[in-house]
Protein backbone atom coordinates (compact mmCIF):
# COMPACT_ATOMS: atom_id res chain seq x y z
CA UNK A 1 0.00 0.00 0.00
CA UNK A 2 1.07 3.23 -0.94
CA UNK A 3 2.56 5.22 1.86
CA UNK A 4 0.22 8.21 0.33
CA UNK A 5 -2.59 6.27 1.98
CA UNK A 6 -1.00 4.86 4.63
CA UNK A 7 0.30 8.36 6.08
CA UNK A 8 -3.09 9.73 6.67
CA UNK A 9 -4.88 7.28 8.39
CA UNK A 10 -5.69 7.55 11.90
CA UNK A 11 -6.82 5.91 15.55
CA UNK A 12 -10.64 6.81 16.07
CA UNK A 13 -9.78 9.56 18.28
CA UNK A 14 -8.19 11.60 14.96
CA UNK A 15 -4.59 11.50 16.31
CA UNK A 16 -1.30 10.09 14.06
CA UNK A 17 -0.68 6.57 15.68
CA UNK A 18 3.52 7.85 15.21
CA UNK A 19 4.79 8.67 18.67
CA UNK A 20 5.38 12.53 19.74
CA UNK A 21 9.04 12.83 19.58
CA UNK A 22 11.47 15.19 22.05
CA UNK A 23 12.25 18.81 21.18
CA UNK A 24 15.30 17.85 20.42
CA UNK A 25 14.14 16.40 17.45
CA UNK A 26 11.73 19.35 16.49
CA UNK A 27 15.01 21.36 16.62
CA UNK A 28 16.57 18.99 14.37
CA UNK A 29 14.01 18.94 11.54
CA UNK A 30 14.15 23.18 11.98
CA UNK A 31 17.64 23.42 11.39
CA UNK A 32 17.43 20.56 8.19
CA UNK A 33 15.05 22.50 7.12
CA UNK A 34 16.48 25.92 7.50
CA UNK A 35 19.86 25.05 5.81
CA UNK A 36 18.70 24.02 3.04
CA UNK A 37 15.83 26.95 2.23
CA UNK A 38 18.90 29.01 2.68
CA UNK A 39 21.10 26.63 0.56
CA UNK A 40 18.40 26.80 -2.34
CA UNK A 41 18.33 30.44 -1.67
CA UNK A 42 21.89 31.06 -2.10
CA UNK A 43 22.77 28.62 -5.20
CA UNK A 44 19.44 30.06 -7.04
CA UNK A 45 20.73 33.73 -6.27
CA UNK A 46 24.87 32.86 -7.48
CA UNK A 47 23.12 31.06 -10.54
CA UNK A 48 21.77 34.02 -11.90
CA UNK A 49 21.70 33.99 -15.37
CA UNK A 50 22.63 36.32 -18.08
CA UNK A 51 19.98 39.64 -18.53
CA UNK A 52 19.88 39.23 -22.33
CA UNK A 53 19.06 35.39 -22.78
CA UNK A 54 17.14 35.19 -19.41
CA UNK A 55 15.16 37.92 -21.61
CA UNK A 56 14.84 36.46 -24.59
CA UNK A 57 13.74 32.80 -23.00
CA UNK A 58 10.48 34.86 -21.54
CA UNK A 59 9.40 36.16 -24.73
CA UNK A 60 9.83 33.04 -26.51
CA UNK A 61 7.26 31.63 -23.71
CA UNK A 62 5.26 34.44 -24.52
CA UNK A 63 5.55 33.59 -27.94
CA UNK A 64 4.61 29.72 -27.57
CA UNK A 65 2.06 30.88 -25.31
CA UNK A 66 0.47 32.80 -28.02
CA UNK A 67 0.73 30.43 -30.60
CA UNK A 68 -1.31 27.52 -28.21
CA UNK A 69 -3.79 30.43 -26.66
CA UNK A 70 -2.31 30.82 -23.26
CA UNK A 71 -0.81 33.87 -22.99
CA UNK A 72 -3.12 35.51 -20.03
CA UNK A 73 -0.69 37.06 -18.56
CA UNK A 74 -1.98 40.83 -19.82
CA UNK A 75 -5.23 40.70 -19.77
CA UNK A 76 -5.42 38.59 -16.15
CA UNK A 77 -3.01 42.19 -14.65
CA UNK A 78 -5.33 44.32 -16.32
CA UNK A 79 -8.29 42.87 -14.32
CA UNK A 80 -6.70 43.38 -11.40
CA UNK A 81 -4.31 46.66 -11.52
CA UNK A 82 -7.84 48.28 -11.96
CA UNK A 83 -8.59 48.32 -8.74
CA UNK A 84 -6.24 49.09 -5.91
CA UNK A 85 -8.53 46.53 -3.56
CA UNK A 86 -7.83 43.71 -6.20
CA UNK A 87 -4.11 44.48 -6.91
CA UNK A 88 -3.50 44.62 -2.94
CA UNK A 89 -5.43 41.54 -2.18
CA UNK A 90 -2.82 39.30 -5.49
CA UNK A 91 -0.10 40.97 -3.89
CA UNK A 92 -1.20 39.45 -0.44
CA UNK A 93 -1.58 36.18 -1.81
CA UNK A 94 1.55 35.80 -3.38
CA UNK A 95 3.28 37.16 -0.54
CA UNK A 96 1.86 35.54 2.55
CA UNK A 97 0.45 32.15 0.80
CA UNK A 98 4.04 31.16 0.34
CA UNK A 99 6.58 31.01 2.90
CA UNK A 100 3.99 31.82 5.84
CA UNK A 101 1.97 28.71 5.31
CA UNK A 102 4.42 26.61 4.01
CA UNK A 103 6.05 27.12 7.59
CA UNK A 104 3.28 26.22 9.43
CA UNK A 105 1.92 23.54 7.64
CA UNK A 106 5.32 22.22 8.37
CA UNK A 107 5.00 22.81 11.63
CA UNK A 108 1.62 21.34 12.40
CA UNK A 109 2.51 18.15 9.87
CA UNK A 110 5.37 17.75 12.66
CA UNK A 111 3.58 17.40 15.61
CA UNK A 112 0.38 15.23 14.61
CA UNK A 113 1.24 13.62 11.31
CA UNK A 114 4.93 12.59 11.22
CA UNK A 115 4.81 10.77 8.14
CA UNK A 116 2.76 13.58 6.40
CA UNK A 117 5.71 16.09 7.31
CA UNK A 118 8.18 13.71 6.30
CA UNK A 119 6.65 13.45 2.93
CA UNK A 120 6.31 17.13 2.26
CA UNK A 121 9.47 17.85 3.36
CA UNK A 122 11.25 15.43 0.98
CA UNK A 123 8.81 16.39 -1.89
CA UNK A 124 9.87 19.63 -1.11
CA UNK A 125 13.68 18.86 -0.77
CA UNK A 126 13.36 16.80 -4.43
CA UNK A 127 11.32 19.34 -6.33
CA UNK A 128 13.64 22.09 -5.39
CA UNK A 129 16.22 20.09 -6.44
CA UNK A 130 14.86 19.79 -9.80
CA UNK A 131 13.74 23.73 -9.85
CA UNK A 132 17.49 24.88 -9.25
CA UNK A 133 18.89 22.33 -12.26
CA UNK A 134 16.18 24.36 -14.71
CA UNK A 135 17.06 27.44 -12.97
CA UNK A 136 20.99 27.16 -14.05
CA UNK A 137 20.26 25.65 -17.40
CA UNK A 138 17.13 27.58 -18.58
CA UNK A 139 17.16 30.85 -16.77
CA UNK A 140 13.91 33.34 -17.62
CA UNK A 141 13.05 36.43 -16.86
CA UNK A 142 9.38 37.11 -15.09
CA UNK A 143 6.71 38.96 -17.42
CA UNK A 144 6.94 42.09 -14.85
CA UNK A 145 10.99 42.48 -16.56
CA UNK A 146 9.29 42.49 -19.86
CA UNK A 147 7.62 45.73 -21.32
CA UNK A 148 3.99 45.86 -20.57
CA UNK A 149 3.84 44.62 -17.51
CA UNK A 150 3.72 46.15 -13.97
CA UNK A 151 5.35 44.66 -10.72
CA UNK A 152 3.01 45.10 -8.48
CA UNK A 153 4.35 43.91 -5.70
CA UNK A 154 7.71 46.10 -5.74
CA UNK A 155 5.67 48.94 -6.01
CA UNK A 156 3.27 48.89 -3.63
CA UNK A 157 4.40 46.35 -1.14
CA UNK A 158 7.11 46.04 1.29
CA UNK A 159 6.55 43.11 2.83
CA UNK A 160 8.09 40.74 0.11
CA UNK A 161 11.43 42.27 0.81
CA UNK A 162 11.27 41.14 4.48
CA UNK A 163 10.48 37.74 3.38
CA UNK A 164 12.76 36.87 0.69
CA UNK A 165 15.62 39.53 1.32
CA UNK A 166 16.59 40.68 -2.94
CA UNK A 167 20.19 39.55 -2.70
CA UNK A 168 19.01 35.52 -2.26
CA UNK A 169 16.99 36.05 -4.91
CA UNK A 170 17.57 35.60 -9.14
CA UNK A 171 15.15 37.51 -10.64
CA UNK A 172 15.73 34.89 -13.79
CA UNK A 173 14.00 32.40 -12.27
CA UNK A 174 10.86 32.03 -13.21
CA UNK A 175 10.70 28.72 -14.89
CA UNK A 176 9.16 26.76 -13.44
CA UNK A 177 7.22 28.37 -10.46
CA UNK A 178 7.61 26.71 -7.52
CA UNK A 179 5.06 29.27 -5.67
CA UNK A 180 2.83 26.83 -7.44
CA UNK A 181 4.40 23.95 -7.23
CA UNK A 182 5.23 24.09 -3.39
CA UNK A 183 1.79 25.33 -2.37
CA UNK A 184 0.13 22.48 -4.36
CA UNK A 185 2.17 20.19 -1.97
CA UNK A 186 1.56 22.16 0.97
CA UNK A 187 -2.72 22.30 -0.36
CA UNK A 188 -2.06 18.44 -1.03
CA UNK A 189 -0.47 17.48 2.72
CA UNK A 190 -3.39 19.61 4.66
CA UNK A 191 -6.36 17.76 2.40
CA UNK A 192 -4.96 14.41 3.36
CA UNK A 193 -4.32 15.00 7.29
CA UNK A 194 -6.77 17.60 8.26
CA UNK A 195 -10.61 15.80 8.69
CA UNK A 196 -11.69 19.52 9.29
CA UNK A 197 -13.43 20.86 6.18
CA UNK A 198 -12.29 24.24 6.82
CA UNK A 199 -8.81 23.05 6.60
CA UNK A 200 -10.03 20.83 3.30
CA UNK A 201 -11.24 23.78 1.46
CA UNK A 202 -8.28 26.05 2.27
CA UNK A 203 -5.90 23.29 0.61
CA UNK A 204 -7.91 23.46 -2.23
CA UNK A 205 -8.41 27.27 -2.45
CA UNK A 206 -4.32 28.11 -1.25
CA UNK A 207 -2.87 26.72 -4.50
CA UNK A 208 -5.34 28.14 -6.80
CA UNK A 209 -5.27 31.69 -5.25
CA UNK A 210 -1.81 31.15 -5.92
CA UNK A 211 -2.11 30.49 -9.68
CA UNK A 212 -3.88 33.44 -10.09
CA UNK A 213 -1.82 35.85 -8.18
CA UNK A 214 1.73 34.69 -9.58
CA UNK A 215 0.12 35.78 -12.94
CA UNK A 216 -1.41 39.03 -11.83
CA UNK A 217 1.61 40.25 -10.19
CA UNK A 218 3.39 39.03 -13.21
CA UNK A 219 5.78 36.99 -11.39
CA UNK A 220 5.52 34.12 -13.83
CA UNK A 221 3.70 33.12 -16.95
CA UNK A 222 1.21 30.10 -16.98
CA UNK A 223 3.59 27.92 -18.81
CA UNK A 224 5.63 28.21 -15.30
CA UNK A 225 2.83 27.33 -12.99
CA UNK A 226 2.42 24.19 -15.41
CA UNK A 227 5.65 23.75 -15.45
CA UNK A 228 5.67 24.28 -11.54
CA UNK A 229 3.37 21.75 -11.00
CA UNK A 230 4.58 18.94 -13.02
CA UNK A 231 7.95 19.19 -10.78
CA UNK A 232 5.91 19.09 -7.64
CA UNK A 233 4.37 15.89 -8.72
CA UNK A 234 7.41 14.79 -9.82
CA UNK A 235 9.41 15.52 -6.29
CA UNK A 236 6.37 14.17 -4.44
CA UNK A 237 5.98 10.35 -6.29
CA UNK A 238 9.72 10.43 -5.84
CA UNK A 239 9.10 11.28 -2.29
CA UNK A 240 6.39 8.52 -2.05
CA UNK A 241 9.19 5.98 -2.51
CA UNK A 242 11.82 6.94 -0.70
CA UNK A 243 10.16 7.95 2.68
CA UNK A 244 8.42 5.17 4.28
CA UNK A 245 11.99 3.86 3.53
CA UNK A 246 13.47 6.72 5.56
CA UNK A 247 10.86 6.21 8.59
CA UNK A 248 11.45 2.26 9.16
CA UNK A 249 15.07 3.15 9.92
CA UNK A 250 14.21 6.25 11.96
CA UNK A 251 13.26 4.53 15.98
CA UNK A 252 10.76 7.06 16.97
CA UNK A 253 8.84 6.33 13.55
CA UNK A 254 8.73 2.95 13.38
CA UNK A 255 6.54 1.34 15.90
CA UNK A 256 4.11 3.96 14.59
CA UNK A 257 4.01 3.12 11.09
CA UNK A 258 3.93 -1.24 11.73
CA UNK A 259 0.68 0.07 14.02
CA UNK A 260 -0.64 2.01 10.96
CA UNK A 261 -0.30 -1.15 8.87
CA UNK A 262 -2.16 -3.20 11.18
CA UNK A 263 -4.98 -0.44 11.64
CA UNK A 264 -4.95 -0.61 7.80
CA UNK A 265 -5.22 -4.50 7.60
CA UNK A 266 -7.54 -4.61 10.10
CA UNK A 267 -10.09 -1.86 8.45
CA UNK A 268 -9.46 -4.10 4.89
CA UNK A 269 -11.09 -6.87 6.63
CA UNK A 270 -13.83 -5.08 8.11
CA UNK A 271 -14.73 -3.70 4.72
CA UNK A 272 -14.86 -6.87 3.23
CA UNK A 273 -18.00 -7.73 1.34
CA UNK A 274 -20.41 -10.12 3.40
CA UNK A 275 -21.25 -13.44 1.90
CA UNK A 276 -24.49 -15.41 2.15
CA UNK A 277 -24.87 -17.16 5.87
CA UNK A 278 -24.95 -20.65 4.28
CA UNK A 279 -21.44 -20.16 2.57
CA UNK A 280 -19.74 -18.84 5.22
CA UNK A 281 -17.42 -21.02 7.00
CA UNK A 282 -15.95 -19.97 10.36
CA UNK A 283 -12.96 -18.09 9.13
CA UNK A 284 -14.55 -15.81 6.90
CA UNK A 285 -17.17 -14.56 10.16
CA UNK A 286 -16.64 -10.78 11.21
CA UNK A 287 -14.65 -11.21 14.61
CA UNK A 288 -17.32 -9.68 16.83
CA UNK A 289 -19.54 -13.22 15.51
CA UNK A 290 -16.62 -15.31 16.05
CA UNK A 291 -17.19 -18.21 18.37
CA UNK A 292 -14.29 -20.02 17.57
CA UNK A 293 -10.80 -20.33 17.34
CA UNK A 294 -8.00 -22.69 15.93
CA UNK A 295 -5.38 -23.94 18.66
CA UNK A 296 -2.33 -26.88 18.33
CA UNK A 297 -3.82 -29.77 19.05
CA UNK A 298 -2.66 -33.40 18.59
CA UNK A 299 -1.36 -34.19 15.17
CA UNK A 300 -2.63 -30.77 13.73
CA UNK A 301 -5.14 -27.74 14.27
CA UNK A 302 -8.34 -28.57 16.14
CA UNK A 303 -11.55 -26.08 17.07
CA UNK A 304 -11.57 -24.72 20.83
CA UNK A 305 -15.33 -23.16 21.75
CA UNK A 306 -14.18 -19.12 22.56
CA UNK A 307 -16.26 -18.51 26.07
CA UNK A 308 -17.60 -14.91 26.46
CA UNK A 309 -17.37 -14.24 30.16
CA UNK A 310 -20.21 -11.45 29.50
CA UNK A 311 -22.48 -14.03 29.04
CA UNK A 312 -21.96 -16.09 32.08
CA UNK A 313 -25.09 -16.01 34.25
CA UNK A 314 -24.39 -14.06 37.20
CA UNK A 315 -26.52 -16.40 39.82
CA UNK A 316 -25.57 -20.27 38.61
CA UNK A 317 -22.17 -19.23 37.50
CA UNK A 318 -23.48 -21.31 34.24
CA UNK A 319 -23.33 -20.84 30.90
CA UNK A 320 -26.87 -19.67 29.06
CA UNK A 321 -27.11 -21.14 25.47
CA UNK A 322 -25.18 -19.11 22.81
CA UNK A 323 -27.35 -18.04 20.13
CA UNK A 324 -25.19 -18.13 16.78
CA UNK A 325 -25.69 -17.97 13.47
CA UNK A 326 -26.76 -21.26 12.87
CA UNK A 327 -29.23 -20.89 16.05
CA UNK A 328 -32.51 -20.51 13.51
CA UNK A 329 -31.80 -24.49 12.48
CA UNK A 330 -34.98 -25.95 13.71
CA UNK A 331 -34.38 -28.98 16.86
CA UNK A 332 -35.38 -32.44 16.56
CA UNK A 333 -38.44 -32.65 19.27
CA UNK A 334 -37.65 -35.05 22.43
CA UNK A 335 -38.98 -38.41 22.68
CA UNK A 336 -39.39 -40.23 25.87
CA UNK A 337 -37.70 -43.25 26.42
CA UNK A 338 -40.39 -46.09 25.52
Sequence with gaps: MSLLTTHVHRHTDGADIAPVSPWWELLKQIVLVGCAILFYFAVRGATEGAESAAVEN?????DLEEQVGLAWEDQAQSIV?????????????????????????LFWLHARH?????????????????????????????PRLLPGFTDTVTEYSTSYRLLQPPSLVNKYAAMPSLHVGWNLLVGYALFRASPNRLVKFFAIAGPAAMTVAVETTANHYVVDAIAG?????????????????IARRTSHLGPGLRRQRQVIEDQAVDTEGEQPVAGLDVGDEPREHRASRLEPGHGGLVEQTAVDDRSVG?????????KGQFGAVPRRPHRPDP
Design 314 to 322: ADSGRQPPQ
Design 81 to 105: TDSRLRTTLSNWAYIWLHWPVIIAT
Design 114 to 142: RVGYLLLRNAMFISGAIGLIIFVRFPVAP
Design 229 to 245: AAVAMTGLFIADRATLR
Design 58 to 62: GQQIL
